[in-house]
């Protein structure tokens, strides 16, 4: 059935409980391709709590993106097999701890018709706070519902994207991705078969299963943690990618970046394909 518009802004759940252990905050770093070398010190601190000499475990920022995972305003009936991640923005109010037991605030923030052919765009977001109340983080979603258009809502008012330097890239990180990398990522949380099941992928229109949005947005996450952050999570104050393309497990993302003060501007490529398949990416660091 249709989107239920305007009835569908008015969906919310507030402070539902929520916590994640050391355990999770590994496997995340694992999901998006981090300890590959298991020698690199830098990446071990965040796949490893088990130094000889003793040292922190690092939360990578992104981690936010699941830590919550299945937090949602509520039912919206929408046509699974047509679902993609749009775009990620997630605001850091707080370093994200090891262990933490959280409440999560989700909303729908706007929901855009783009026509029967186009499908609609749907935005959540989900404040997650602390045991006293405090924000650490606040996650702004995009799903691109390819199926769901011509419901009856408006098609303009989404937010203007950020837009990279003309000029050539300051840096550029190249990111080799696992053939199985969607089977270990999915264990973080997302659990669709579009990432897992070649015949579900073929239903849904793609060659095989696909790379997760969010694990590609974990990857330019780890360029701009390697380049210009000193592997320091507490730096980030913002992290923001829209998806233009899927990424197929296997693949190498080359990850441009433009350096203007704090700002870190992002576009990622396939380069074997000619792909675009990260535009208008934004890192704030403090």
Known sequence: MPIDYPAVLELKTEAAPYSWRDRDVLLYALGIGMGADPLNEKELQFVNEAFA???????????????????RPGVIDLNRLMLVDGERDITFHKPIPVV?????????????????????????????RDGDGDKIVTILSSTFAR??????????????????????????????????????????????????????ARRAGFPRPILHGMCTYGL????????YADYDPSA???????????????????????????????????????????KNGLTMLG
Request: proline share 8%.
């Open 53 to 71: 000499t003793p040292r922190p475990l690092k939360v990578v920022p992104t981690f936010a993106s699941v830590c919550v995972w299945g937090a």
């Open 100 to 128: 933490a037991s959280v409440t999560a605030d989700a909303r729908v923030r706007g929901v855009h018709d783009k026509g029967k052919e186009k499908g609609a765009i749907i935005q959540n977001e989900i404040v997650v």
């Open 147 to 200: 199926g769901d258009g011509r419901f009856g809502g408006p098609s303009e008012g989404m937010p203007e994207p950020h837009q990279v330097p003309r000029r050539a890239p300051d840096r550029s990180v190249d990111i080799p991705t696992r053939p199985d990398q969607a089977l270990i990522y999915r264990l973080s949380g997302d659990r669709n078969p579009l990432h897992s099941d070649s015949e579900f």
């Open 220 to 227: 330019t996450c780890r360029a701009v943690l390697q380049t």
């Open 236 to 278: 980030f104050r913002r992290h923001r990618v829209r998806f233009s393309a899927p990424v197929f497990p296997g693949e190498i993302i080359t990850v441009n970046l433009w350096k203007d003060g704090n700002s870190i501007s992002i576009e990622a490529h396939v380069r074997e394909r000619q792909i675009t398949v990260v």
